[in-house]
């Protein structure tokens, strides 16, 4: 037992190095910050899962301060991956909106690692593909876990004393 668990944490270290290879290779090809990766692979879970998207969620989720998630959301602004608009019930908000650009940047991101790495999930028989998700919904979880004891941070991502994580930027267009 112990040398299987030996094996697949190999195997996973292995995955998170070339995953991050992967990561590093779009992003210079794209010519794209990684945070600017990682905010618009946040902005798309947000959007798949109804979410409206703010400074204040990016800031949250990608652990940033509210001056980076400035900088970033300028970056993104002016690279034209996103838009902003301002809230219809509280004008003081604003939600970013992906453009086409970024979509069109998105599906050539992802294109290739989903062409290949679904090209061996289609191997697997659908029992073993639900089994998959069920660990990997896991090992997510468990990683999370390990950040948030590494770094002793909960809630509070930007380290700025809000402990809701959704600090204003204090930037005009950019607040939350």
Known sequence: ME????????????FVVESE???????????LHRTDLNALAAMVRAAAAGRTVTPGLLRT???????ATTALVDRLDRSGHVNRTRSDTDRRKVHLELTDKAR???????????RNI????????AEDRQRLAG?????????SAACVEV???DGDPGGDGHPDGEAATGTPGVDK
Not at 104 to 114: D, R, S, V
Not at 118 to 125: K, T
Request: net charge negative.
């Open 21 to 31: 290879r992967y990561v590093e290779a779009v992003s210079e090809r794209d010519a």
């Open 135 to 143: 660990f990997l919904a896991d090992i997510i979880t468990a990683t």
């Open 61 to 67: 989720e990608l652990h940033l301060s509210s001056p």
């Open 104 to 114: 069109a940047t998105g599906g050539a991101m992802f294109a290739p690692l989903a």
């Open 118 to 125: 679904g090209q061996v999930l289609d191997g697997y028989p």
């Open 151 to 153: 770094t002793g941070r």
């Open 3 to 14: 040398q299987r668990t030996d094996r697949l944490m190999l195997l996973l270290q292995q």
